[in-house]
């Protein structure tokens, strides 16, 4: 209803800015209707007392008209001014004509005449003046009327002159005009709450919808999460679509190699010949198609007019009763994954929400598609060696433990005498080469050696693994004996000594090699390898290239037993020394914190790395005061950069743990206890943990490291991608940081790096969303750098920053730089 005329500024007008949910309003807009339906009953009282007035002291026609300008005012917010102008025209004629018909004559006339004038003036009035037109005439007519009126009852009983019936009309008229101001407003302020109230209501269903929308997303999303079965993923999501949407038949399809067509892995519904029809579909002409190049919903209502439709599929599925299809597509950043395609009988209308669900469940499907592929990816790494593609130590230890349990089985074929047997064999100086030449002709010349050994493993069941660094190791399934195990190992080793051609040098290299025998030197994988590793070191240490292992060579173990000792003075007595290496946001390149690594200034062997003593640490308690030294040493020199650098005010030392440092019940407390004797923020402590470590007894291990994080410090898990890890396992744990390992990282600018890219690609997409930071560890290019940035890794540390170095050498070397080492 509008109401053109009714002023725009009424004391009522604040009400309608006020809020509509409170119970205080809702109480004044009853209070309101009250009033109203009051005023309407005042209006029409009023009318009837102009009505009685005009009877008792006049004709017809002044009833009449009183009448009819009263019931038109009570009418006029059905009307509208404009029709109600029109009727109080035709009224006031029609009266005047039945006055005169009737031969009232002019005083009757004048009766009807002066309100109704008035009246439709008001009607016709511009907004603006309505108002103060209304206010003087009221004045005006209440001045007259209060006299008239005095007048009239003190005379009862004798007929009413013209002006007194006049000045009853007018104030009759009057009132009117008011009460349709008043009556105009109150109405438009109810009608404009009840449409609040309305969008309210339905605001509020639209939030139920889509909270249970967002409820069922959610579920599925956990539900999938848990799985890392690429086939139950899509059962699950197929299950949870049908119970959403009720579609007739549903198909999930995975894009296959090179990425041209789909194939249906689950589906419901079909009918056989239907399914086998539509088992591949197109990328290019066809509805999913669509789907995946656009990422996208598609939807189409119409399949046997839709063009984008594969023309015998379309057909098939018309000639089957199904008119629409909803295609949502499956994409986890910028690849594609596939499409779930729901296809439907009767096309239903879709709401706002539910476009959103299905978008949520695409989202939800394919983010556990890419963690369950990424976990498949992890675990070939987990026992692969990346650069030569080989067997690594975890596969080894694997594998002897299947062989071994088989030859342990009375019902294989093996002939009594020959045992399983390994080969370990460790190169000289490759250190060195690797110094002098530089990583990359170190990692082609292991590629180089490692294809050697690759064409002398025989046809034998044996098998070559590379153990790391440049250790590499020959398991045999039956050697006859020691001395035929012996014979092995010559062999490989004379296929190495010739030279290798790399980068037009001409490189030689020396390798020993230890042999030891199952059973007799050890029960299982472990102890064999610590027999051959021992055999080794004899070897090196004689000069004889390749021993067998015998026990006596056990007792050089001594040695090792001198260097505990020694070691344990040096951690007592200040024999360790802390060198750092920076971490660099990739963003600007500032210099965001540092990584302590432990070395130790040995009185006769010099300045020694950690992979020659920490064993021994870790082997005994000693590695429980290593680490808290260097915690609190690292620290300390942390606080006084803090302080005397402004630009490292937010930096974060890093400290590594060992595995064994979890087995210390008191480990959080020490921790704790140096973090408040430093006094630095708990938060600028990271505590780096390898996976290895942490997912040797994942249980135990949530429970410490909840410890830890506890008392403020950060954790990262180090050498992310070389251990088993299960990103389910992964989110129990309290981590806020994944170091990329740096196997992954030398690969990225390779060419044939294609697996390492995917790997490091879907590993930051994974730690962004469980929102950790990332950290790429062992850059040396700046290649490598860019590609990390550009993939989103937030820190980088390296030889390209800088390498690791005392603390006062990296003072002098970026001190001056402002801690800043652009990319570029
Ligand atoms: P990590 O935690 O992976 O430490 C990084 C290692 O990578 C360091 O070797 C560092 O010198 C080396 N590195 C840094 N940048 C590059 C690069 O660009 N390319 C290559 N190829 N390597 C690079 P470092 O100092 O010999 O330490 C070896 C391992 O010893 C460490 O590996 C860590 O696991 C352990 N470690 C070191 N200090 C401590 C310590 O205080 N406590 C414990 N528990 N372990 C420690
Ligand atoms: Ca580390
Ligand atoms: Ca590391």
Redesign the pocket.
């Known amino acids: 209803m509008t109401t053109p005329w009714v002023p725009q500024e009424t004391p009522f007008q604040s009400l309608d800015r006020a809020s509509v949910e409170s119970v205080e309003e809702r109480n004044r807009t009853l209070l309101l209707r009250k009033l109203l339906s009051l005023f309407l009953s005042v209006t029409l009282g009023v009318a009837a007392i102009g009505f009685g007035t005009a009877v008792v002291y006049r004709g017809v026609i002044a009833s009449f008209g009183a009448l009819g300008f009263g019931l038109l005012l009570a009418l006029l917010p059905r009307l509208g001014s404009r029709r109600a102008g029109v009727l109080c025209t035709v009224w006031y004629f029609v009266l005047t004509l039945g006055a005169i018909v009737l031969g009232e004559g002019i005083r009757a006339v004048g009766m009807v005449l002066l309100p109704s004038g008035i009246l439709i003036a008001a009607l016709m009035l511009p907004k603006r003046v309505v108002a103060p037109w209304v206010a003087a005439s009221v004045a005006a007519v209440t001045a007259i009327g209060v006299a008239k009126w005095s007048h009239l009852l003190a005379s009862a009983g004798e007929p009413a002159s013209l002006e007194e019936v006049a000045v009853a009309a007018l104030l009759l008229l009057a009132t009117g005009v008011l009460i349709r101001i008043v009556v105009g407003n109150l109405e438009s302020m109810i009608a404009k709450r009840q449409r609040a109230e309305r969008a309210l209501l339905t605001s509020r269903d639209e939030l139920a919808a889509r909270h249970m929308a967002l409820q069922q997303v959610n579920e599925l999303a956990s539900r999938l999460h848990r799985s890392l079965d690429v086939d139950e993923i899509a059962r699950q999501a197929v299950e949870v679509l049908v119970r959403y949407s009720a579609p007739s038949q549903v198909g999930f399809y995975l894009l296959e190699e090179p990425g041209d067509r789909l194939l249906m892995t689950a589906h419901h519904g079909f009918a056989e010949e239907i399914r086998a029809l539509g088992e591949y579909l197109p990328v290019a002409g066809s509805l999913s198609g669509v789907a995946v190049r656009e990422r996208r919903l598609v939807w189409s209502e119409d399949l046997a007019r839709d063009a984008r439709v594969e023309p015998s599929v379309g057909a098939a599925l018309v000639a089957s009763g199904i008119t629409a299809a909803l295609v949502i597509p499956l994409a986890f950043g910028n690849r594609v994954l596939g499409t779930v395609n729901l296809l439907f009988r009767d096309p239903p209308t879709w709401t706002d929400v539910e476009m959103d669900t299905f978008r949520g469940i695409g989202q939800a499907v394919s983010l556990a598609l890419t963690n369950a592929r990424h976990v498949a990816g992890l675990e070939h790494q987990a026992f692969h060696d990346p650069l030569t593609g080989l067997l690594n130590r975890a596969g080894f230890h694997r594998e002897l433990a299947a062989l071994v349990g088989a030859a342990g089985s009375p019902a294989s074929g093996m002939e009594a005498t020959a045992k399983p047997g390994v080969v370990l064999i460790d190169l000289r100086r490759f250190r060195e080469i690797n110094d002098a030449l530089g ?1 990359h002709v170190g990692d082609r010349l292991l590629v180089a050696l490692a294809g050697r050994l690759g064409r002398r493993v025989g046809n034998d069941g044996a098998r070559l693994f590379r153990l790391g660094g440049d250790e590499f190791l020959l398991m045999v399934p039956a050697v006859a004996d020691g001395v035929a195990g012996l014979e092995r190992a010559r062999e490989l080793l004379s296929a190495l000594s010739l030279p290798y051609e790399i980068d037009g040098m001409s490189i030689e290299v020396e390798a020993a090699a230890g042999v030891a025998i199952f059973p007799e030197h050890g029960r299982d994988s472990h102890e064999l390898l610590r027999c051959a590793d021992v055999a080794v070191y004899r070897a090196k240490r004689a000069g004889s290239s390749v021993e067998l292992y015998s026990p006596s060579f056990d007792e050089h173990t001594a040695e090792r037993l001198a260097l505990a000792g020694e070691l344990g003075k040096a951690v007592r007595e200040g024999g360790l020394e ?2 750092y ?1 920076p971490k660099v946001a990739l963003a600007d390149g500032r210099v965001v914190g540092f ?5 130790w200034r040995h009185p006769r062997l010099g300045l020694l ?3 020659s003593f ?1 064993p021994i640490a ?1 082997a005994s308690d000693l ?1 429980h005061p ?2 808290y030294w ?1 915690v609190e040493k690292a620290l300390e020199q942390l606080l006084r950069w803090q302080r005397e650098h402004e630009e490292l005010a937010g930096a974060r030392m890093a ?4 595995v064994r ?1 979890l087995l210390d019940g008191s480990c959080a407390v020490r921790i704790e206890e140096i973090l408040r004797r430093v006094g630095v923020a708990p938060a600028s402590l990271e505590l ?1 943990l ?1 996976e290895t470590a942490v997912m040797s007894d994942p249980e135990a291990a949530v429970v410490m490291l909840g410890r830890i994080t506890a008392t403020g410090a950060r954790l990262a898990i ?2 992310f991608g070389t251990g088993y890890s299960s990103l389910a396992y992964l989110r129990r744990f309290p981590v806020q940081a994944l ?1 990329i ?2 196997s992954f990282v ?1 690969e990225l600018a390779g060419a044939e790096s294609q697996r390492s890219q995917a790997i490091v690609r879907s590993t930051l997409y994974l730690a962004r969303s469980l929102e950790l930071t990332t950290i790429a ?4 290019t700046p290649d490598a750098a860019l590609r990390l940035r550009d993939l989103g890794c937030d820190i980088a ?4 920053f800088a ?2 170095a005392a603390a006062a050498e990296l003072e002098r070397s970026l001190g001056d730089r402002h801690w800043k080492i652009p990319l570029a």
């Open positions: 990583h802390l060198h290496q990584e302590a690594l432990v070395r790395l950690p992979a920490l870790e590695i290593l680490t260097v400290v590594n743990l060992s440092n780096e390898t180090d050498d170091k390992d740096r030398a560890e062992g850059v040396e540390q390296g030889d390209l390498r690791p």
